[in-house]
């Protein structure tokens, strides 16, 4: 083995790769590793959620009926237990040798056990059993380490071991892909999608050729018939969805591929699989987040042609009690929520998926909660489930008591939900008199409507590059016009704060070029990817100018400016705008001009930029991702990432020193103006703007009517002397519930 042990391991790896299911991986490396290590067993473990050891594969161990450990039990246990590798001769003689009956092990006389870790948590073990009394020499346990370390992150793809007693109330976590708490029961979508169909001969080309034809003409009815009912309960830009199913279909590259297929001799759902496949395949390599997930538009398209292929349209539940239904599935598709009576769609649950799939998008349109990426868990149609969207978290399988606990926490919300509702409209003044002006986040006309009708003072910001992601090309300046127009006139004399396109990072735009980028968080996004594409800051400054007019209410900020020479730009560009469309006979006037506060680099020179700028709205979610050093996107350091840090919390308040020193005004627009112990702090430091997405504002306007100005001070000198952000937290909380506030319902 020796130097050979790096070679060894890519080949076990590869191997193992080339098999299709995860359970088929797991049993070539159990069997490459008894061969390598010459050892007599190789077994390995995963550890359910009640803590057992459940036996998922093993070469060399008679197992004749599911080997399950109990927790802390056995060798196994004590490999669990010290975190470390266990490896010892004779373990049939160790006080805690745990016998599985009839499974031979007196035969062995060595054992080597690794966990297997993830996240910091141990979720299985490898254990290695050979009929020699000899320890592994340091070399082979270490590659044993090493495999573990590759088997552990393969492990997780495999559906949870079923035991014979399944606990109930197990807690899976994925990523919150839209807010809010829902119980409801599962509605298993169709797994029977394209994926399944198998390689199969037509007999007659011609025919099968010109069934594709029907069958692409029957989906684009279809699809037109869904975009209707998309543009009239959501709106034009949520529509745009439908019609990038529509180029797929359309692309003539798409049909191709298929006609290809059938000329082979290959019957038609297994050309169109192999389209798909082919298609999707591209985007999946993609390094890009955003179009990595585009291949679920495709892969989504090619099941809704299956179904339709199959006479099958989509199937409307039976549910006689009409009660909430969490769709659930690998994927769910827009066809599959637009199928279901909106008041009978309580949640969404993907399998897979990502916080920037257009599920996520839809459902935050909806006012529906939504976790992505849960991995594949084992439910069945009927089966209760509690989704809470708030903390990215499902409860399967609840048992009486926790349902009903929930209910009845549903069922408070509801009814506090029903009681701020009522109260929105009421300014947020704090118990000592001080008003906060409390705004909406918006980028979709979706959002609009609920925006206003949560009592939303204005819009603090416009995503505007949202409109431009939902689309398949960019949108023309009228286009743009219109769009802006429209938010503009619904919120009437209350003011609304465009920010330019923050484009880049994790915001990409699939029809323009793009680039590889090393670090893309620290790349070519906000004002230096417009900057370097000036001919699109141009129109858009036009398109708000041109929505604005000469109205006082249209502001205009630019996302991620760290330098005196992007603001200058910014600014040339603004002023050559405005002579340019003033030239053209079109009256517009200079809206006022603020930035993001977002890198870093910026708070040092807003002195400097004072007479340049007249406000600024600080991004939180960018600026602790800055600050900390920890990418917001990425799942693997999500636990680092905390905008109540105690770095995050002394720069904001050297900001708001400075915006007071320099007579600027200044607004918080991040993830922290909705958290309520963020929110005590930030009115504590002297914030009296905040804006969140319109879901959050009743609470929000209620939270700060209930509390005092000299109280959150007070909270926040006690915060600033805290060094770490979960003590900050606990701060924040326990004064929410001295107070009596009791928030959280
Ligand atoms: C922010 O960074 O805090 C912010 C509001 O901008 P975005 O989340 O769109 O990057
Ligand atoms: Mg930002």
Redesign the pocket.
């Known amino acids: 083995m020796g130097d050979n042990a790096m070679l060894e391991l890519t080949r076990i790896i590869q191997n193992a790769a080339l098999e299709t299911s995860p359970e088929d991986q797991v049993q070539v490396i159990v069997d490459a590793i008894s061969d390598l290590i010459a050892v007599d067993v190789c077994s390995l473990y995963r550890q359910s959620s009640n803590q057992d050891m459940v036996l998922i594969a093993s070469h060399g161990l008679v197992a004749p009926e599911k080997v399950v450990i109990p927790a802390g039990q056995g060798l196994v246990g004590r490999v669990v237990k010290m975190r470390h590798s266990v490896n010892i001769k004779e373990p049939t003689q160790q006080p805690d040798f745990y016998y599985v009956p009839n499974s031979q092990e007196e035969l062995f006389h060595s054992f080597c056990g690794v966990p297997l870790v993830y996240h910091g948590g141990i979720i299985g073990a490898l254990v290695v059993q050979s009929r020699r009394a000899e320890l592994l020499s340091a070399e082979q346990e270490a590659l044993l380490t090493t495999l573990a370390a590759h088997l552990a992150l393969l492990i997780l793809a495999l559906p949870e071991p079923k035991l014979p007693n399944a606990p109930r109330n197990q807690r899976y976590f994925g990523i919150s892909g839209a807010p809010g708490l829902a119980i409801g029961k599962v509605h298993l979508l169709d797994d029977d999608g394209l994926s399944t169909v198998r390689e199969s001969a037509c007999k007659n080309p011609a025919n099968e050729l010109k069934e594709w034809q029907t069958l692409k003409q029957a989906t684009l009815e279809d699809l037109e018939q869904e975009r209707e009912a998309v543009q009239a309960s959501l709106g034009d830009s949520l529509a745009a969805v439908l019609d990038a199913y529509k180029m797929l279909l359309e692309d003539p590259s798409f049909t191709d591929r298929i006609t290809c297929e059938i000329e082979a001799g290959k019957a038609l759902p297994w050309a169109m699989r192999q389209a798909v496949k082919f298609f999707s395949d591209q985007f999946k390599a993609m390094d890009d987040p955003y179009l990595k997930a585009r291949h679920e538009d495709i892969e989504q398209l090619g099941d809704k042609l299956y179904r339709i292929w199959r006479g099958q349209h989509l199937n409307l539940l039976p549910s006689p009690d009409k009660g909430p239904l969490i769709l659930m599935g690998h994927h769910v598709s827009v066809s599959d929520i637009v199928s279901l009576p909106s008041e009978q769609l309580g949640a969404i649950v993907c399998f897979a998926g990502a916080a920037l799939s257009h599920i996520a998008v839809f459902a935050n349109a909806l006012g529906i909660p939504a976790v992505m990426g849960v991995g594949e868990l084992s439910v069945k149609d009927g089966d209760y489930l509690i989704v809470d969207g708030d903390h990215a978290r499902v409860t399967l399988k609840p048992t009486k008591a926790v349902l009903k606990e929930y209910r009845k926490i549903l069922k408070a919300r509801q009814g506090f939900d029903r009681e701020l509702l009522a109260e929105s409209a009421k300014p947020a003044v704090t118990l000592d008199g001080v008003e906060v002006a409390v705004m909406a986040?918006s980028g979709l006309q979706a959002d609009i409507m609920p925006g206003i009708r949560n009592g939303a003072d204005g819009v603090g910001?416009y995503?505007t590059e949202i409109p431009f992601m939902v689309r398949e090309s960019l949108p023309s300046e009228d286009e743009q016009t219109a769009v802006y127009r429209k938010v503009v006139e619904a919120y009437g004399d209350k003011p609304v704060y465009f920010r330019t396109l923050?484009i880049g990072s994790d915001k990409q735009l699939p029809y323009l070029p793009h680039f590889d980028e090393e670090n893309p968080a620290l790349g070519l996004r906000g004002v230096r990817f417009t900057l370097d594409n000036l001919q699109l800051l141009m129109n858009q400054y036009r398109a708000i100018l041109r929505a604005a007019g000469c109205g006082e209410q249209v502001h205009l900020l630019l996302?991620m400016v760290s330098s005196t020479h992007e603001l200058d730009a910014c600014i040339d560009l603004l002023e050559e705008v405005i002579e340019q469309l003033n030239e053209e006979g079109i009256s517009v006037c200079r809206p006022k001009l603020g930035v993001?506060v977002?890198v870093p680099g910026a708070i040092s020179l807003l002195p400097f930029w004072k007479e340049k700028i007249d406000f600024i709205s600080v991004?939180?979610?960018?600026?602790s991702q800055y600050l900390l050093a920890v990418d917001r996107n990425n799942p693997e350091v999500s636990k680092y990432y905390d905008s109540l840090h105690p770095a995050v919390l002394h720069e904001l308040v050297r900001i708001i020193d400075i915006t007071k020193r320099c007579d600027l005004p200044v607004s918080i627009?991040?993830?922290m103006a909705s958290d309520p112990v963020s929110v005590i702090m930030l009115l504590g430091m002297g914030i009296r703007k905040l804006s969140m997405s319109s879901a959050k504002l009743p609470r929000i306007k209620w939270l700060i009517r209930n509390l005092s100005m000299a109280e959150m001070e007070k909270v926040l000198q006690a915060a600033l002397c805290v060094d770490n952000a979960g003590a900050i937290r606990e701060l924040g909380e326990l004064a929410l519930r001295e107070l009596g506030v009791e928030y959280d319902k």
């Open positions: 986040n910001l995503r923050d996302p993001m977002e991004g939180t979610n960018d600026l627009c991040g993830e």
